[in-house]
C-alpha cells in the first residue's frame, strides 16, 4: 500500500506511575517511548498501513531500543540515524490533577536536534504519498534546515503534506518564537490538524468559533482539522464543513490521542487521497480517526494503546 513517512523526533517520555501528580510531587516515574511524529508512524504500521519514520536518537540503549520498538511495530527504519554523541531526548510529562499536562525536557542538544540533511533518506520521502511532520523539528538547527529540505523534496515530488504542529511551549524561546516558528511553514501543507487549544494559541481567539478557526485557514489547505479530546473533531475544508462526534471509553492516559487519530487518517488518505472532495467518505474517515484515538487513551502510554482495524470498527459498531 502507499507508503507514509512521517518525520521528527523520537523520544522517551517518562510519565509518573500514578495519575493527578505534579511532576515534582511524583514519586516514580514509567519510561513510554514517544515523540508525536514516531507514534503516528506506529499507529499506521498498527492498522496494517505501510510507514516510514525519519529522525534521529543517540547511538545509547535508549536510541536503540527505540528503534527496535519502530521495527517490531513494522515501520520502516532506513532512515533512522544515531548519533555518536549527543543523547536520546527524554522528556517528563504529566497530567496534572487540573487536566492539564506538564512537559520538562531534557535536550541540550538532544541527538533529534543534530539531524542533518545529508543524512536524509531522499528517496523514502520520494516515493512517499504523503510526508507528515510536526513543529519541534523546527526549532534549531541544524534539524531546521534538515526538516525546511525534506519538505521541498516532498512537494516537489507531489507528495502529499501533512502538518501536526503539537505546539510544545518550553522548547520554545518565547511564545511569539513558538508561534512564528509554528505558522512559519503553514502555507505549504496540503492538511494540518490542531488541537482547540493549538487554534487558541495561534488566533488567541475561541477556537469554538468557526470564524476564529478560519482564519487558520490557507487556499493552499486541502483539509484543516480540528480535535478536542473527548468531543471529537471539526473538519473544514474549501466547499465544507462540520463536525463528528467522539466516542465515550473509559479513559486512561491522553498522552499521544491526538497521534492515533492522525495516524488513522493519514492512512485513510492514503488510500483514497480523492477524499477531501467528498463529505461522507471525509466523515468516514474521521469516524474511524475519532473511533482510533479514543481507544489510545484507554490503555497508559502513546504506542501500547494503538489500536488494530477490527478494535477501531468493534467500538463504532457497538457505538451505533
Ligand atoms: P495529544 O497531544 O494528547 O496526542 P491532541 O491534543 O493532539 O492529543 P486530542 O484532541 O486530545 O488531540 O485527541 C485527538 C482525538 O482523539 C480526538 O479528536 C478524539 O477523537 C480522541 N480522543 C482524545 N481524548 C479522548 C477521550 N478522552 N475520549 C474519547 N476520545 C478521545
Not at 516515574?29 to 507514534?39: D, L, Q, T
Not at 478560519?214 to 473544514?236: A, Q
Amino acid at each position: 500500500s502507499p507508503m507514509i513517512v512521517s518525520f521528527g523526533e523520537m523520544l522517551i517520555d517518562f510519565v509518573p506511575d500514578v495519575a493527578g501528580v505534579s511532576l515534582a510531587e511524583s514519586y516514580a516515574f514509567i519510561k513510554a517511548p514517544g515523540g508525536a511524529p514516531a507514534n503516528v508512524a506506529c499507529a499506521i504500521a498498527k492498522l496494517g498501513g505501510n510507514a516510514a519514520f525519519i529522525g534521529k536518537v543517540g547511538d545509547d540503549e535508549f536510541g536503540h531500543m527505540l528503534a527496535n520498538l519502530l521495527k517490531k511495530s513494522g515501520v520502516n527504519s532506513e532512515g533512522i540515524c544515531f548519533d555518536k554523541d549527543a543523547r536520546t531526548a527524554l522528556a517528563f510529562v504529566t497530567l496534572k490533577a487540573d487536566g492539564q499536562r506538564e512537559f520538562m525536557f531534557y535536550r541540550s542538544p538532544s541527538a533529534d536536534m543534530l539531524l542533518k540533511e545529508s543524512e536524509l533518506k531522499l528517496d523514502l520521502i520520494k516515493q512517499a504519498k504523503i510526508f507528515h511532520y510536526g513543529s519541534i523539528s523546527l526549532i534549531s538547527e541544524p534539524c531546521k534546515s534538515a526538516h525546511m529540505a525534506a519538505m521541498k523534496a516532498a512537494k516537489q515530488a507531489g507528495v502529499l503534506l501533512s502538518y501536526d504542529p503539537n505546539v510544545r511551549l518550553p522548547l520554545w524561546p518565547s511564545p511569539e518564537a513558538a508561534r512564528d516558528g509554528i505558522k512559519s511553514i503553514w502555507a505549504q501543507a496540503d492538511f494540518v490538524k490542531v488541537s482547540d487549544d493549538e487554534v487558541e494559541f495561534l488566533t488567541k481567539g475561541d477556537p469554538k468559533k468557526d470564524d476564529v478557526v478560519m482564519s487558520l485557514w490557507n487556499d493552499n489547505f486541502k483539509l484543516l482539522i480540528v480535535t478536542d479530546g473527548p468531543e471529537g473533531c471539526r473538519y473544514f475544508t474549501k466547499k465544507f464543513k462540520g463536525k463528528v462526534n467522539g466516542y465515550k471509553v473509559k479513559t486512561i492516559d491522553t498522552t499521544g490521542a491526538g497521534d492515533a487519530f492522525v495516524g488513522a487518517f493519514l492512512q485513510a488518505v492514503a488510500k483514497d487521497p480523492n477524499l477531501f472532495n467528498d463529505e461522507n467518505k471525509l466523515k468516514e474517515a474521521l469516524v474511524f480517526a475519532n473511533a482510533c484515538g479514543a481507544i489510545s487513551t484507554t490503555q497508559k502510554g502513546a504506542i501500547p494503546s494503538l489500536p488494530d482495524k477490527a478494535q477501531a470498527e468493534n467500538l463504532i459498531k457497538e457505538a451505533k
